[in-house]
């Protein structure tokens, strides 16, 4: 590991591994997304969503109570993130998982589309309760239980586009500027 990343990972322990605690739920929101993945988009993809983890972390925190504006705590996130998920990228493509799921997806299409309208439809009666709850650690799991057994998804596409749906909706709400300053 590079020494600074080291000088991070030591000084910033809890930071790291926040970063890599979002890494790993990231990896669930993505089994969602129509996307091939490949060993090259691997890095691309990691860079783009670290800037997503630290703004999670940013907004978490502030609601909590914390600010924590240090580039340095920053960057620990950033890569506790990056880092831990191109690891579970390179595992997820080599272990076959990664093909199986856009297999599945394109095989139940129509369930994948009506998880993602699902999660549009219960996103927009109520974003704050949907993101509060993943800000405050309860997780995208939890969420399929918050829509009611009225919308049961039938299998793994339909929960899977619901899923990866409501991760860009929470993310989409976040960059821009949930919640608003003091």
Do not use: C
């Not at 670290?50 to 978490?60: C, G, M, S, Y």
Request: aromatic share 10%; hydrophobic share 40%; proline share 6%.
């Amino acid at each position: 590991m590079d020494p600074e990343m080291e000088r991070l990972r030591s000084a910033y322990p809890e930071p790291w591994r926040l970063g890599e605690l979002h890494a790993e739920d990231q990896m669930e929101w993505l089994r969602g997304e129509r996307r091939i993945w490949t060993p090259d988009s691997i890095n691309e993809y990691a860079t783009h969503t670290a800037n997503q983890a630290v703004q999670i972390f940013k907004v978490a925190s502030f609601k909590k109570g914390y600010v924590y504006d240090d580039p340095d705590v920053k960057s620990a996130v950033a890569w506790g993130f990056a880092l831990h998920l191109i690891a579970l990228l390179k595992g997820y493509i080599t272990s076959g998982e990664a093909t199986a799921d856009q297999i599945a997806i394109a095989e139940h299409l129509s369930e994948w589309e009506r998880g993602r309208k699902l999660a549009e439809e219960s996103f927009k009666s109520d974003p704050e309760r949907w993101t509060d709850a993943e800000l405050t650690g309860e997780g995208m799991a939890l969420h399929l239980d918050m829509v009611g057994p009225q919308f049961e998804l039938r299998g793994i596409a339909g929960e899977r586009g619901f899923i990866a749906r409501m991760a860009e909706l929470i993310l989409e709400r976040i960059s821009a500027g949930w919640p608003p300053p003091p």
